[in-house]
């Protein structure tokens, strides 16, 4: 048996892989320490002396010692499991290909046909949205901000193209000109209108970045993983921007779990 870890910020993802079938869980970061590893394995009823290595991968998890009862722990670099969960996910055969990891920040990694190499990233993500609507509307929980986002109309706080001129180059007029630039005036804003409008601005914010990175590696699509985009209102707002550069974006079930995977499967193809 199998187990990885991602130690994300804010959350833990797990996956166990006995008989060539993957079991997903997930628990909120504390510590990373042995003593959280073993809280894990007690949670989920995993028997230590079934696992024969462990794939561990984010956070500080480099800071682990390399066994956990006398099991050897494989640490994954970030950038490898993020590349590496995107095949595995995605089924990518051996080609070129961009896979973005939207989760507390953004990571965007580039498979040249040979290695992994890691554009950059920005530090918005859901950190960025779970931080922002906890002091707007008082609440971090992601269940709530996706049925108040779902529920919200942005066009009440978001300036759009439409409302300065009827186009700019291929900006239609639906395009946002200035995230929540309309509050300015308002007063008492509606909370559903809050969660669509900055659900949106996170994702209007990854899917610039994301299709700029594919242009710059002159690829046609990004491969998403993580949790953020499990907000429709996010991923709208992804696929809004990837569009506007004929860019097409993939998100497949899963996805949330996709870093843990890459350093499982990493370990697995070495």
Request: glycine letters at 10%; one cysteine or more; aromatic letters at 8%.
């Amino acid at each position: 048996m199998l187990v990885g870890f991602d130690f994300g910020l804010t959350n833990t993802d797990v996956v166990i892989s006995k008989s060539d079938e993957n079991q997903f869980y997930s628990f909120p970061t504390i510590e990373i320490n042995n003593a959280f590893i073993t809280y894990i394995f007690d949670t989920i009823n995993i028997e230590v002396s079934r696992v024969s290595h462990i794939a561990v991968t984010g956070g500080k998890s480099s800071d682990l010692t390399d066994t956990f009862n006398d099991i050897p722990i494989e640490k994954v670099n970030e950038v490898d499991a993020i590349g590496s969960g995107a095949i595995a996910l995605y089924d990518i055969k051996n080609r070129p290909f961009v896979a973005v990891s939207a989760g507390t920040g953004t990571a965007c990694v580039y498979f040249d046909g040979k290695k992994f190499n890691h554009l950059g990233g920005i530090s918005v993500g859901g950190g960025t949205y779970q931080g922002l609507l906890k002091h707007l509307i008082m609440t971090k929980d992601e269940d709530d901000i996706k049925k108040l986002a779902a529920s919200g109309d942005r066009k009440q706080l978001d300036l759009l193209i439409g409302d300065v001129v009827n186009e700019i180059g291929i900006l239609h007029p639906e395009v946002t000109a200035s995230n929540f630039a309309k509050a300015r005036y308002l007063e008492n804003l509606s909370q559903n209108d809050i969660a669509a409008s900055i659900s949106n601005m996170i994702g209007e914010v990854i899917g610039t970045i994301s299709y700029l990175n594919a242009l710059l590696c002159s690829e046609s699509e990004v491969f998403f993983l993580g949790r953020v985009t499990l907000n429709d209102v996010i991923k709208s707002g992804v696929e809004d921007r990837l569009k506007l550069a004929n860019v097409k974006g993939l998100f497949k079930q899963n996805r949330e779990y996709g870093n843990v995977l890459g350093a499982l499967s990493y370990i697995q193809t070495k």
